[in-house]
């Protein structure tokens, strides 16, 4: 008995191979969906310096990947550039490279994914990048996670996570110098104990002499002035009457005795003289009243 095809049923198996052919174009196209990713510090960064750990899972370990810290340039554009240039080595420690099927020279340079497409990296990073000239404080930079450059224009492996830098230190503030420290002049009354003088460390007063009369000082009343007693310089001018207070009497004396013994050591000195060297007496006169009644 021939099979009868009817038009309803001819279109119930249309629909169901228009259905079939749908699903498979759209698991070709549909690009895979990414992992996720977190760092254990997005904000307060030192713009001197930081470092930063960055974690991932569910990515798709059929693709490579680079972890890096990047220019955010939004969704479905690739975040360029990333700080310390391309690095496919990581040895500048700006970037990581996440590859379990690298190319034949990426042997030791890829780290490869952990179970379930994961990885854990730690990355270095500065606000200002001498190496490409970001500024992060200036432009929004992100830890960021693309496709390697075997799959360069695949954007199925970015992911994003913001970070912020904290605000530089001031620069210290200008410091007026205020005027020099007075220099206190200290003047030791007789017979006080001497103080060292205010604002010369190490300075000392010399002791006052103890030799002269201790003045107390006085108070005016209608001032409230108060008058210190013979200062050092007071002391050294009662000197000048001479040693020990006796003036200089004694010293004239002296001096004087000291002449009149010279001169009289003198006197001898030529009248032992002119006797040792026979000089003869002087002539008597004959005239003289004296001289004859001696005769």
């Known amino acids: 008995m021939p099979r009868v095809i009817t038009p309803g049923l001819r279109s119930l198996r249309f629909a169901v191979v228009l259905l079939t052919l749908s699903c498979g174009l759209l698991a070709v196209v549909s690009p895979a969906v990414a992992g996720s990713t977190s760092v254990s510090k997005t904000s307060g960064l030192n713009p001197a310096g930081d470092r930063v750990t960055v974690s991932g899972s569910g990515f798709d370990v059929t693709k490579g990947i680079y972890v890096a810290v990047c220019v955010d340039r939004g969704a479905g554009v690739a975040p360029s550039p990333c700080l310390g240039g391309v690095d496919t080595g990581g040895s500048g420690g700006g970037s990581a490279w996440i590859s379990s099927n690298p190319p034949a020279y990426g042997a030791g340079l890829a780290t490869p994914y ?114 210190a007693g013979p200062t050092e310089v007071d002391t050294l001018a009662a000197r000048s009457d001479g040693p020990d207070g006796f003036g200089w009497w004694p010293l004239v004396v002296a001096l004087a005795a000291v002449v009149a013994l010279v001169a009289a050591a003198g006197f001898l000195f030529h009248r032992n003289r002119r006797r040792l060297t026979g000089s003869p007496p002087p002539p008597v006169d004959r005239s003289d009243p004296s001289t004859k009644a001696g005769t």
């Open 114 to 227: 952990g179970p379930g497409g994961s990885f854990t990296v730690t990355l270095s990073v500065v606000a200002h990048d001498p190496v490409t000239g970001t500024d992060c404080t200036v432009v929004r930079c992100a830890a960021v996670t693309r496709a390697d450059h075997t799959r360069a224009g695949d954007r199925s492996q970015d992911t994003r996570v913001g970070l912020s830098f904290a605000a530089p230190p001031p620069p210290p503030a200008a410091t007026s110098a205020g005027p020099p420290p007075r220099l206190a002049t200290t003047v030791a009354a007789p017979g006080a104990t001497p103080s060292p003088a205010v604002g010369i460390p190490g300075a000392t007063t010399a002791p006052a002499s103890t030799s002269a009369a201790t003045t107390p000082p006085t108070t005016t009343a209608a001032t409230g002035v108060t008058t």
